[in-house]
């Protein structure tokens, strides 16, 4: 039989392999010790980059080396130690080598049929998620890529649960809530109208009275109330939802509740996690990401549901040509749960991450987490001019440059500079928001390598950029 022209002997094969190791291995031994990225100006990449489709072979050497000299040196690492903007996306090794596993072998985890061992690790997986949060043995759900995905396959659960959720349905969550949420109502047909944002507390939660007498007024004036999204730890603050008393409103009331736990959710292996996550057994639904909060890498969200067949019953349909899954053994089809019918197998690297670890080592690393948010607060407490917006709360600290002789305008102006001098400056990363009106800083500390030096010195810089920026001398 002639070779496929797209096909290496052995040897060329392990090589490769062996020169992607060693330079991955290279990468996560000196990953401290380099800058932390750079934005690059489009023209200059497009220049860089821009070419034809390739017409004649090229070897692999000189590809692999294009792309660490042309494409790595423009990416600001998401898992550097020192990356304290958004929510950090810290990689481990073993989860990593799960996905060279996972692709190499291409496994398809979309029906029984066909994938029938990686299938039943996914739900092995999904069980002990499950298990954390206290959920009964009916409880299930699925793999897919991140956050935004999770909450998009729970929330169209939610909805056909409700026949006139989509003509006169109205929902409820706070204005902390990810963005994503939104989008997953429009996707799933709702109007805007439909959406009822309401403004959060002092402690940037859902405020609970306004809600019920929302709820209320929604009802007299013909609407149907059908579901609650609440935060298991904002992206801006971290702040969590009061969750048993939104299960006892949700309950009286006949409403889904449903809980964006993307990055916030795992914590539940933690002291803190555990005490700020009350009634996290009682949701209908909960979005979780293990590539944030549970160092895995990229594309890999849950869909969890307190009824593992209200997935099926928003997504299942059976075309001819998938007929034949039905028939002989009888399994899980996962593509019948969820929007993918084509699914590889994110659940491989979790899986590996836990049996080879063992759980205690991730709740030691979120511990350190919680740890360094809190050491971050403390170094900008003793500062002057510095405004705690937010405490620490879930492994995130919020606060503002606000020297007295700066407007409000002005110290807005100077916090958002503050973030491209610190890329520019490249030793560490931190993102801005706005909260009560303002421009604040955050600081995101969930790298499981990131040092108390790493913290220290970050909140220094801050220090003397911000001091440089405020006397006009930056």
Not at 281 to 293: C, T
Not at 377 to 405: C, D, K, N
Not at 426 to 452: I, K
Request: with cysteine.
């Amino acid at each position: 039989m002639p070779q496929s022209p797209l096909d290496f002997d052995p040897e060329s094969m392990r090589q490769m392999g062996y020169r992607v190791v060693d330079t991955l291995v290279a990468y996560w031994q000196s990953l401290a010790s380099r800058p932390i990225g750079q934005r690059a100006e489009r023209p200059h990449l497009e220049s860089l980059l821009n070419e034809p489709t390739p017409t004649t072979p090229q070897p692999f050497e000189q590809v692999l080396e294009e792309f660490l000299n042309k494409v790595l040196p423009y990416l600001i690492k998401v898992d550097h130690p020192r990356y304290f903007a958004f929510v950090p996306a810290p990689n481990d090794y073993v989860g990593v080598l799960a996905d060279f596993l996972s692709a190499g072998m291409n496994i398809f985890v979309g029906t029984w049929m066909v994938g029938a061992g990686a299938t039943q690790v996914e739900r092995v997986v999904i069980r002990w998620l499950c298990d954390w949060f206290g959920w009964p043995d009916t409880a299930g759900g699925l793999f897919v890529s991140g956050g935004s995905v999770a909450n998009l396959v729970c929330l169209a659960a939610a909805r056909r649960r409700y026949p006139d959720a989509l003509t006169r349905g109205r929902v409820y969550y706070s204005d902390q809530t990810h963005s994503c949420v939104t989008r997953a109502w429009r996707i799933l047909g709702l109007r805007d109208e439909q959406l009822c944002i309401l403004p959060a507390d002092q402690q940037f939660q859902i405020p609970l009275e306004a809600l019920r007498q929302q709820i209320a007024r929604d009802r007299a004036d013909g609407w149907l109330p059908f579901c609650v999204v609440a935060n298991a730890g904002t992206t801006n603050t971290g702040a969590v939802d009061p969750l048993e008393a939104l299960a006892d409103l949700c309950a009286q009331e006949g409403l889904w509740l449903h809980a964006d736990g993307a990055y916030g959710a795992a914590a539940i292996l933690t002291e803190e996690g555990k005490q700020r996550l009350q009634g996290i057994h009682r949701l209908d639904s909960l979005a979780v990401d293990p590539h944030k909060w549970l160092y895995q890498p990229m594309m890999a969200g849950c869909a969890i549901v307190r009824h593992f067949e209200h997935l099926r019953d928003a997504f299942h349909i059976l075309p001819p040509y998938l007929q034949d899954k039905e028939r002989g053994i009888a399994g899980v089809d996962l593509c019948d749960y969820g929007v993918e019918l084509s699914r590889s197998f994110r659940a491989l690297k979790l899986w590996m991450s836990l049996k080879v670890h063992g759980i205690e080592a991730f709740r030691q690393a979120m511990e350190w987490n919680l740890h360094l948010a809190r050491l971050a607060e403390q170094e900008l407490r003793a500062r002057p001019y510095w405004q705690i917006i937010s405490p620490a709360t879930m492994g995130i600290v919020a606060f503002r440059y606000a020297p007295p002789h700066l407007s409000p305008d002005a110290a807005d102006a100077l916090n958002r500079a503050l973030v491209d001098t610190m890329i520019r400056d490249g030793f560490a990363m931190v993102s801005s928001t706005v909260l009560r009106g303002h421009v604040a800083l955050r600081m995101c500390t969930l790298n499981p390598r990131a040092t108390e030096a790493d913290v220290q010195e970050t909140v220094r810089r801050l220090h003397q950029f911000a001091e440089a920026l405020a006397s006009g001398s930056a």
